[in-house]
């Protein structure tokens, strides 16, 4: 049975004309899968190199080299919060944000609360080196960041 679902697979298709090759696709297709699934099963990566006529392992190999997607041992919650800890951030109080949040949550970074509402990760740079700390929330981005604002932004998540 396949992984990919026929509208998942259509929706990848239908990013072909936009880029210049198959291959392109791929860090979009795994981002989709992804969304979808809340990981990146070893079948998912197979049939995405299907698709885009390449080998599993070019697929693994891109999605290898980013820290956001996960294997199916390590299943995402429904929100997914980083904490950035690039040198501006930690300078500015991100380690600091890090170890609070994951005391509030009791969490380690890239674990997920029991109730699998949210995944706390830490990454090496966001981009938002003006507004240290920053915190990531899904996609959204927020400069300088307290602690008590970041308590505030995840109790506000909604299910």
């Known amino acids: ?8 697979r259509e929706r990848i ?7 210049p090759n198959k291959q392109a696709v ?10 979808e699934l809340r990981c990146v099963p070893a079948e998912a990566i197979r049939e995405i190199a299907e698709l885009l006529e390449l080998h599993p392992a070019q697929v693994h ?3 290898s080299f980013y820290g956001f997607f996960r ?20 300078l500015r109080g991100g380690e600091e944000l890090l170890a609070h949040l994951c005391g509030k949550l009791h969490l380690r970074p890239g674990e997920t609360s029991t109730d699998g509402k949210v995944t706390l990760e ?5 981009g938002a080196c003006e507004g240290a700390p920053c915190l990531l929330v899904n996609d959204d981005c927020h400069l300088s960041v307290t602690p008590q604002q970041a ?3 995840i109790a506000g998540l909604g299910s």
Request: hydrophobic share 45%; with cysteine.
């Open 122 to 126: 830490f990454a090496e740079c966001l």
């Open 71 to 90: 294997d199916p041992d390590r299943k995402l919650g429904q929100h997914r919060v980083w904490v950035c800890r690039s040198l501006p951030c930690m």
């Open 26 to 35: 791929t860090l979009p297709a795994l981002h989709m899968v992804q969304d």
């Open 151 to 153: 308590e505030e932004m």
């Open 1 to 8: 049975m396949p992984m990919l679902s026929p509208a998942l």
């Open 13 to 19: 298709q239908a990013l072909f004309p936009r880029y």
């Open 61 to 63: 190999d891109t999605l």
